[in-house]
């Protein structure tokens, strides 16, 4: 099984991450052009883990602040070469193929077979290191701690996006990716829920408690951008 994936990556190889960006507007462009979506509704890679093979191992992913932070799933119940239980952290593939598209760090939303996973690592020619981490929103302490991480990556030009990512891409990184357009891209608290709910491919029943998180959220004064920023890393919307 390592070998088909050692296999699979070498011929998957499409991009590796060798530029330095000069500025803020230059790394949202980069990425924006790169995966070719501009909304935060358009996906990049689908339910199968299919649509830019560049990036497979992920599924559902979507663009949350361009540049910055993706939100999606992982790919393990469809995976082609390495099928497994989908109560999954990302699949080795879709952890190196973040790294050589120039990803600084994935977090994964649960706790679920995390201790067995690859922690750091590097793209195919060993010039940039992604971290795998670990956080599962228990409170808001846990949330700033990813407020944190995307903030530091707005802030520096040549650090690379952040995927943050559960089993399917629907609720957990949905929810994170409500409170940073809240936080980052002046959503109401209305349509930030309006885009978890619609962005869940049709399973947004239940689930109270993230939807109370997303109604009753309000922006943090530490975290606050200029507009000029805003208007660069901010995607479209469908949702009025």
Same mark, same amino acid.
């Not at 559902?60 to 082609?80: E, V």
């Not at 649960?110 to 201790?115: K, L």
């Not at 228990?138 to 701690?145: G, P």
């Given at each position: 099984m390592t070998k088909l994936i050692i296999i699979y990556l070498f011929f998957n190889i499409s991009f590796l991450f060798a530029v330095n960006y000069?500025?803020?507007?230059?790394k949202a462009n980069h990425y924006k052009n790169k995966f070719k979506v +501009?909304?935060? %509704?358009? !996906?990049?890679?689908?339910?199968?883990?299919?649509?830019?093979?560049?990036?497979?191992?992920?599924?559902?992913?979507?663009?949350?602040?361009?540049?910055?932070?993706?939100?999606?799933?992982?790919?393990?119940?469809?995976?082609?070469?390495?099928?497994?239980?989908?109560?999954?952290?990302l699949p080795i593939d879709g952890l190196i193929n973040l790294s050589n598209l120039g990803f600084s760090e994935s977090v994964y939303?649960?706790?679920?077979?995390?201790?067995?996973?690859?922690k750091d690592v590097y793209n195919i020619d060993s010039t940039n290191l992604l971290y795998y981490s670990q956080n599962s929103l228990? +409170?808001?302490? %846990?949330? !700033?701690?990813i407020f944190k991480k995307v903030k530091i990556i707005i802030d520096s030009v040549n650090k690379g996006?952040?995927?943050?990512?559960c089993w399917n891409g629907w609720h957990q990184s949905g929810m994170i990716a409500a409170l940073l357009l809240i936080q980052f891209c002046d959503y109401t608290n209305t349509k930030a829920l309006k885009y978890w709910?619609?962005?869940?491919?049709?399973?947004?029943?239940?689930?109270?408690?993230?939807?109370?998180?997303?109604?009753?959220?309000?922006?943090?004064n530490e975290f606050k951008i200029d507009q000029n920023t805003k208007?660069?890393?901010c995607p479209c919307s469908k949702i009025e």
């Open positions: 000069s500025t803020l507007e230059n +501009n909304c935060v %509704e358009d !996906k990049i890679t689908d339910n199968f883990g299919n649509g830019f093979e560049s990036l497979y191992g992920t599924r559902n992913m979507r663009p949350i602040l361009h540049g910055i932070a993706y939100r999606g799933g992982a790919n393990n119940y469809y995976h082609k070469i390495n099928k497994r239980d989908n109560k999954n952290p939303l649960y706790s679920v077979n995390f201790d067995n996973s690859m228990n +409170n808001l302490n %846990e949330i !700033k701690e996006p952040i995927y943050l990512h709910e619609l962005n869940t491919d049709g399973a947004s029943s239940g689930y109270e408690k993230i939807k109370k998180i997303i109604k009753e959220f309000k922006p943090i208007e660069l890393i």
